[in-house]
């Protein structure tokens, strides 16, 4: 209840909070990826690679081929939706949200083994949401530059 209220509220950057709730709803269903220690050999970290198949993130020496290494702030921020600490999720740059966004789609349609057909929607819905939000900024501005 409290991910729709602060949806309907704007609490919250939506995109954040769907991550959030997906990581959350996979650490119930036990399928938390690994994020502070190696998915594998326990290793604490914090690790640069992360693969989907060993659960998350891994050390150097258990990194498998097929292991992604996602921009210094991605596993940090996966962290921080799983923990609910708002102030360093919010103050990510958009870039390490996209990344997140596709390394929890990916976390969880591979323990589901089957795609998310509505997460593509939800995407292209959030994008149009923002476009507008960006347009009517940009006309906000030049009604104020202009007059």
């Not at 949806?7 to 997906?22: K, S």
């Not at 103050?91 to 976390?107: E, I």
């Not at 960006?134 to 501005?141: S, T």
């Amino acid at each position: 209840m409290g991910a729709l209220r602060a949806v309907a509220d704007g609490q919250r950057p939506r995109d954040l909070l769907l991550d959030a709730y997906l990581l959350r709803a996979m650490g119930i269903a036990g399928w938390a990826p690994a994020l502070t220690e190696c998915a594998r050999c326990a290793t604490p970290g914090p690790h640069r690679a992360f693969h989907i198949a060993t659960g998350g993130s891994v050390c150097a020496h258990c990194s498998p081929a097929g292991s992604t290494t996602p921009p210094l702030g991605v596993v940090d921020l996966m962290s921080a939706l799983y923990d609910g600490d708002w102030e360093a999720a919010e103050a990510a740059p958009q870039s390490a949200r996209s990344h997140v966004s596709g390394l929890v789609a990916a976390h969880l349609q591979w323990h589901l083994e089957r795609q998310l057909k509505t997460l593509p929607l939800v995407e292209r819905f959030y994008q149009a949401d923002r476009s507008v939000a960006e347009r009517r900024a940009a006309l906000i501005g030049q009604d104020i530059a202009g007059g």
